[in-house]
């Protein structure tokens, strides 16, 4: 069987640890290649009502969002994640620990087995020395390595102590095993995919211009005194935000980021509607904000 | 307003107005340039350039207190 892999890319997802509960969010555009039908060329589509939050089940207390990878292969997020809710609800888990490194073993096999060819073919790639590597290979490697990376950030509480907890699952072709589950921490806010944009907000500089400086050869000092003169002047942030407040965060970031995109001369590879949901100690999975299926019929 | 202060504040605005001035003459970095380019031409934005956008999917923004290095150099 030929290996499927989607053609579609997945970008910002966000969290807020807060002590009352656990805030994921993200927008809803996939960027997504259609080949023409001869397969020579082709063009991007930013497509805007794709689903990148997920409850873990139903009624229960973890949720999920994702980027990276549009799927795994052939295999949905939505599956992948229902199959993973189908397990726990034969084995519970004992802490929210355990459903992080029992769902990025189930992602693992997923992973490992139905992107199996490109995944060869990226470690094939990476073992040939640089001599030897031309300069087609190494651009190869690259798609690959770009394509086959993303990540999870899987948060919830369990019912033994209640306790709001998150955990980043990063994937990358080079890792030979199950991701290892990370702790995000209490009271902090957590952002993947599009950073530039939530860096200029909050510190006044992007890594494109941080290194646009570092790169001209008028700045003497060091990488970090360039560093700390920006963080002098940064936007402090307050420690653990009450859940509204840290709602109202997580929904301002996404927001303020796709229309950042929007109206400049970036691409919109942000956009759609924001979907945010709550995790609170106290109570399972709910959704602040969720769009309908009958969202995309304009 | 007294004299000084309105003196200070107009000076403010002439800054910012040179500053507008400045940024609305600098052009677009080369690599933007070149995503526009190619995505005219191919309807495609190059793993690179959408990398360069996007930034690495394997590293995280920790909005917090002492933000490190690597979020801006990558390394």
Same mark, same amino acid.
């Given at each position: 069987m030929?290996?499927?892999?989607?053609?579609?890319? $997945?970008?910002?997802?966000?969290?807020?640890?807060?002590?009352?509960?656990?805030?994921?969010?993200?927008?809803?555009?996939?960027? $997504?290649?259609?080949?023409?039908?001869?397969?020579?060329?082709?063009?991007?589509h930013h497509l805007n009502f794709a689903q990148k939050v997920f409850e873990i089940g139903n009624g229960g207390s973890l949720g999920i969002t994702m980027w990276g990878m549009g799927a795994v292969g052939?295999?949905?997020?939505?599956?992948?994640?229902?199959?993973?809710?189908?397990?726990?609800e034969q084995k519970p888990y004992l802490s929210v620990a355990e459903a992080a490194v029992q769902f990025a073993a189930t992602f693992w096999g997923e992973y490992s087995r139905r992107l199996q060819a490109p995944l060869a073919r990226f470690r094939e790639l990476r073992a040939k020395p640089a001599t030897e590597i031309t300069g087609e290979e190494q651009q190869e490697m690259y798609e690959w390595q770009h394509r086959l990376s993303g990540g999870f950030c899987l948060g919830g509480h369990s019912s033994s102590d209640r306790q709001a907890e998150s955990y980043e699952i990063i994937y990358r072709?080079?890792?030979?095993?199950?991701?290892?589950?990370?702790?995000?921490?209490?009271?902090?806010?957590?952002?993947?995919?599009?950073?530039?944009?939530?860096?200029?907000?909050?510190?006044?500089?992007?890594?494109?211009?941080f290194t646009s400086i570092l790169a001209s050869g008028k700045w003497t000092g060091t990488d970090q005194e360039l560093l700390d003169l920006f963080m002098a002047k940064r936007l402090a942030q307050p420690y653990d935000l009450p859940l509204r407040e840290a709602i109202d965060w997580v929904n301002t970031i996404i927001y303020a980021t796709i229309k950042a995109m929007k109206f400049s001369h970036y691409f919109p590879v942000c956009g759609g509607p924001i979907e945010i949901a709550l995790i609170s100690s106290d109570r399972p999975f709910r959704w602040v904000k969720h769009k309908s299926f009958d969202e995309a019929l304009l | 307003m007294s004299q000084p202060t309105v003196q200070i504040a107009m000076e403010a605005k002439l800054d910012i107005l040179t500053i507008q001035d400045r940024v609305g003459q600098?052009?677009?970095?080369k690599w933007i340039l070149r995503m526009q380019e190619?995505?005219?031409k191919t309807g495609t934005i190059s793993t690179q350039d959408l990398r360069q956008l996007l930034g690495?999917?394997?590293?995280?923004?920790?909005?917090?207190?002492?933000?490190?290095?690597?979020?801006?150099?990558?390394?």
């Open positions: 030929d290996t499927i892999i989607q053609n579609e890319s $997945m970008t910002i997802a966000a969290c807020y640890v807060s002590s009352e509960g656990v805030v994921l969010g993200a927008d809803s555009t996939s960027t $997504m290649f259609v080949p023409t039908p001869d397969g020579q060329s082709g063009g991007n052939d295999l949905s997020h939505r599956t992948l994640i229902a199959r993973y809710a189908d397990s726990i072709p080079d890792l030979t095993a199950a991701p290892v589950p990370l702790p995000l921490n209490t009271g902090s806010a957590y952002f993947w995919g599009c950073p530039n944009i939530i860096h200029r907000i909050l510190y006044g500089v992007d890594d494109d211009q | 600098t052009p677009p970095p190619q995505y005219v690495d999917p394997t590293k995280r923004v920790e909005i917090g207190p002492k933000p490190s290095l690597a979020a801006f150099t990558g390394h």
